[in-house]
């Protein structure tokens, strides 16, 4: 199917939010691994979103150049010829975008989009992230409102971060005291003050609660995710909402068991980022063909090694369906599976 329209996307979290589940939103770096994505959700019958970092789309764009925006319009052109082969429908995201990378990174983007909406086409991105964790919490707050504006006039909406993920990811790295990275009912109410609810333009709160990006051991991080439904409550509470009033992103969640993700998803989750778990997936099988068929990928000993077993097709499809096999439990993790609207 074509990439989601504003509308369908609208949709697609709406029906997460109502049914209890939440998407997957698989981070990606290549042609390959946007083809392990797709591959992955049409075999569990989910939507779903595909997103690209700043370090993705600087991959995108070609390692010896610096271009990163060229590099993502590349990452969203491509994915959006190769979805319309596939059953389902997918949003495309950029990921974590800190303040330093705001006029090379996004700011083209929302460019790009605004051009195409006055061309009386779909916005490019259905979402954009500001990262804004690394600066005050007041400036976090002023950056995300100036941005929303412009994220409505083009039918896109608006993710920040209000809280700190630990760990590191595509050079964004915070470390200190465990109490940063449980996001606070205040933080949250000094978003909504400045955000509103839906009013101003929509957005998607990634709110901490003791997530880490990367892979951790369990018991080193102690996730709380019943702090999601707090803070839904209290805002709540405070303006007279319906249940669970906020869209919430669940980052940093390798290494969580099954009963912490299905919490967070009933507090609100209807997305949550993957990106650790499928590269290892990825890698780990190109590290399987080449450790299993060491003679036929090198020429050893003055051999001329076998071409069906370098060729990059060979062990490329066999390691996008590894990826694609970890897509899929994500998506069953997640209650997404079988939830196609398409």
Known sequence: MPIATPE????????AKKGGFAYPA????????INSVLQGLSEAQSDGIIQVTTGGADFFAGQSVKA?????????????????NYPVTVALHTDHCPKDALDGFVMPLIEASEAEV????????????????????????????????????????????????????DGVQH????????????????????????????YMAALTFGNVHGVYKPGNV???????????????????????PLDLVFHGGSGSTDAEIAEAVRNGVIKMNIDTDTQYAYSRSVADSVLRQYDGFLKVDGEVGNKKVYDPRAWGKAAETAMAARVVEATRQLGSAGHSGR
Not at 8 to 15: C, G, P, T
Not at 69 to 83: D, K, M, N, P
Not at 175 to 202: H, I, K, P
């Open 222 to 244: 102690k996730l709380r995710p019943e702090l999601l439904k707090e803070i839904q409550d209290g805002i709540q509470q405070k303006y007279g909402t319906g249940a669970l």
């Open 175 to 202: 470390e200190g005291s465990n109490d940063a990275l449980y996001t606070t009912l205040g933080d949250v109410t000094q978003a909504v003050e400045a955000l509103g609810l839906g009013d101003q333009g929509r």
């Open 26 to 33: 698989i981070n990606v770096s290549s042609s390959s691994t």
């Open 118 to 169: 006055k061309a009386g086409r779909n916005p490019i991105f259905q979402s954009h992230m500001w990262d804004g964790s690394a600066v005050p919490l007041a400036e976090n707050i002023e950056i995300a409102r100036e941005l929303l504006p412009r994220m409505k006039a083009i039918h896109s909406i608006l993710e920040v971060e209000i809280g700190v993920v630990g760990g590191e990811e």
């Open 68 to 84: 990163r925006a060229s590099g993502a319009l590349a990452f969203a052109a491509f994915a959006t010829e190769v979805a319309k």
């Open 8 to 15: 369908q996307y609208a949709e697609m979290l709406d029906k």
